[in-house]
């Protein structure tokens, strides 16, 4: 009850207020859309990788969208307790809420976005596998409790090591090229590639791929191993957060 | 049957150094390890108190005694370095000024969500908000983000919230301070309501009549250790006490006072029985000793006041150009007589006001008392000379 508030409270604030908000809900993803399509598009000629007949800039979407929900879900909730530190000193907030409500509204409001991309490339006559949608929405749950995991984590840990907040979206801009989503891991020469595998966002990228341009819809052991390190991150940032939460109010 | 709704018992609570970030990584790396962090600055210790349903607890200290500190941990917005901290029944806090508003949203925004987290549902919050809307009073403003209140409105909104929700356990830090008159009042009638209807306060307060008027015990903190905890009234008393030792060993302790005069003796002549007393249209003498150290003669001030303190009559030395006449031992006495006290029926004392010899700053007072007594039905202060007069004419009627 006071979880969804809060997370209601989250995504108002991000679209403000006023009529014309909704309106950017769907024409920012677009315009973000627009301009990877010119970049990578038209100056960089980029190729999707062999074997597959759409779009870069539709195969760059499908996977920039999840990688957004998840960073920003992070970046925010790692941020959350460290602005809501008035609130945290006066009242007693339920403070693992704020973490993840705010978590929760950014990651849901790329969601939107996301669906909005999805929605105009099937338009744009792109052939998107639709059957494969209930395993693409387990993947996004996944991914969603990934990101919890984390917020909870830096959140907690950024009341002490105030650094991070400078550090944060640096290591994420690092992680985010580490990640294959402007590139398929076998573009990479010789061998290397199969370092990405060390990194769990890279597997994420995969399947949601194969998902939606090959139609993989049953989950498999892939899956499994996704769920195991979702659920690892967040037990770990639970436990995290338990332990440093009521020490914030002398260190904020 | 009466469980306590809140027990504490051997609290402690210590800020650890956070200065720099090497400190506040080491006390991360504790926490982590051991669930605890090292050092610091201890701002509250062995406090033990309970609070039962109907008995009212005031914490009472000077500033920076570490009230609030065990507001927060009570609120659990703070967590003890060690003891416990027992909570029974829903509680509600109203810390400080401000507290847990949002300045970016409007009114009615902030009101939804401290609703909420004061643990109401959202059709609650619905069923009350014309309550609250009415109690707070704010009118429009309510649509207004919060950062344009007053902070009067602040706390008439943040109270109203309070209101609604009538915990078991009411927590305020001060807040009676901020508000008008009417809203005090307003706060104060709903308080005794919700007192009389089974309710217990904790509160922080300097307004020792609110404390006695509201709460039944109190706790007196010292820097950060309990001095007493009781009685409200007994405890109220040695608190007042205390500040007034307090301001009389500073008063004493003001470095300039050995260079200045002070009052050696005052002594009531006529009437010469102990205690004084002056019957109808008696003279009152008075009799003064006043050491001076710098040698010069001392500005004196005589003065009747009533019990109460009201102001009657004064005089100075200085006005009436008397200079004050030197004793054998070095000091200076002056002496009056008031000639035919027209005082009513009461108790007064004579003061005397040493001043230093250019009349500019008063250096010492002394009281003698002495009363009035004579049988009469008239009214008031003093005795005025009148006559009743006939028909209005401005003429001495007949007897």
């Known amino acids: ?252 | 049957m009466n469980a306590p709704l809140l027990r504490l018992s051997g609290v402690r609570k210590t800020y650890p150094p956070t200065v720099q970030s090497s400190q506040r990584f080491r006390a991360f790396l504790q926490i982590l390890a051991r669930g605890r962090s090292e050092g610091g600055t201890t701002v509250l210790q062995d406090i033990d108190l309970e609070v039962r349903r109907g008995e009212s607890l005031a914490l009472i200290g000077a500033n920076g005694a570490g009230k609030s500190t065990l507001l927060k941990i009570i609120t659990g917005v703070l967590a003890s370095s060690a003891g416990s901290v027992e909570r029974r029944g829903s509680q509600a806090a109203l810390l400080e000024l401000g507290a847990g508003f949002d300045p970016e949203y409007t009114g009615l925004e902030n009101l939804r969500l401290n609703a909420a987290l004061l643990g109401m549902s959202r059709r609650e919050i619905e069923e009350k908000l014309a309550d609250i809307l009415a109690f707070a009073d704010i009118g429009k403003s309510i649509n207004e983000p919060v950062k344009h209140y007053s902070s009067g409105m602040v706390v008439r909104l943040g109270f109203a919230i309070i209101a609604a929700v009538s915990p078991d356990l009411l927590i305020t830090d001060e807040i009676l301070a901020v508000g008008d008159e009417s809203f005090q009042k307003k706060c104060i009638r709903w308080i005794e309501q919700y007192l009389d209807q089974g309710g217990t306060m904790l509160m922080v307060s300097h307004n020792m009549y609110h404390v006695q008027k509201l709460c039944r015990h109190a706790l007196w903190l010292e820097q950060g250790k309990p001095r007493a905890l009781g009685d409200v009234h007994d405890v109220v008393q040695a608190y007042l006490a205390w500040h007034e030792r307090k301001d009389a060993a500073q008063v004493a302790a003001t470095p300039s006072s050995p260079h200045l005069p002070s009052v050696k003796q005052l002594e009531i002549m006529v009437p010469a029985e102990d205690p004084a007393v002056v019957g109808d249209t008696g003279d009152l003498a008075v009799r003064t000793v006043i050491s001076s150290p710098d040698g010069r003669p001392p500005v004196v001030l005589f003065g009747i006041v009533r019990a109460d303190g009201t102001p009657v009559f004064g005089i100075s030395s200085e006005e009436d150009r008397i200079k004050p006449r030197p004793t054998a031992d070095g000091a200076w006495q002056v002496s009056v007589r008031f000639r035919q006290l027209q005082l009513m029926p009461g108790d007064y004392f004579v003061r005397v006001c040493a001043m230093d010899p250019e009349g500019l700053r008063a250096c010492d007072n002394h009281d003698a008392e002495f009363s009035v007594r004579y049988p009469t039905r008239q009214q008031g202060l003093v005795r005025l000379q009148y006559e009743w007069l006939a028909h209005g004419d401005g003429h001495p009627g007949p007897p």
């Open chain 1, 1 to 252: 009850m006071l979880f969804f508030q809060l997370t209601g409270r989250q995504i108002r604030r991000s679209l403000s207020s006023g009529a014309t908000t909704w309106i950017w809900v769907v024409a920012t993803p677009l315009l973000l859309l627009a301009v990877y399509a010119f970049v990578f598009g038209v100056i960089f000629q980029a190729r999707v990788p062999a074997g597959l007949e759409v779009p870069f800039v539709a195969w760059l979407a499908v996977a920039l969208w999840p990688w957004l929900a998840f960073s920003d879900g992070v970046l925010r909730g790692a941020g959350s307790i460290r602005s809501n530190a008035a609130l945290i000193s006066k009242v007693a907030v339920p403070r693992a809420m704020l973490a993840t409500s705010t978590q929760t509204a950014a990651f849901l409001l790329q969601l939107i976005g996301y669906a909005v991309v999805l929605l105009v490339l099937m338009i744009a006559g792109i052939p998107l596998h639709l059957y494969a949608l209930p395993y693409l929405l387990l993947l996004l749950a996944a991914l969603f409790v990934f990101s919890f995991g984390l917020a909870l984590f830096f959140s907690a840990v950024q009341v002490f090591v105030r650094d991070l907040e400078q550090l944060l979206p640096t290591l994420f801009l690092f992680w985010f090229f580490l990640t294959p989503i402007l590139y398929a891991p076998d573009m990479l020469p010789g061998e290397s590639g199969r370092w990405l595998l060390l990194n769990p966002m890279t597997w994420w990228m995969e399947e949601i791929r194969a998902a939606l341009f090959e139609g993989k819809w049953l989950p498999d052991r892939v899956f499994l191993v996704l769920i195991a390190i979702a659920g690892a991150a967040a037990w770990i940032g639970y436990l995290v957060f338990d332990r440093l939460s009521p020490h914030f109010e002398d260190f904020l």
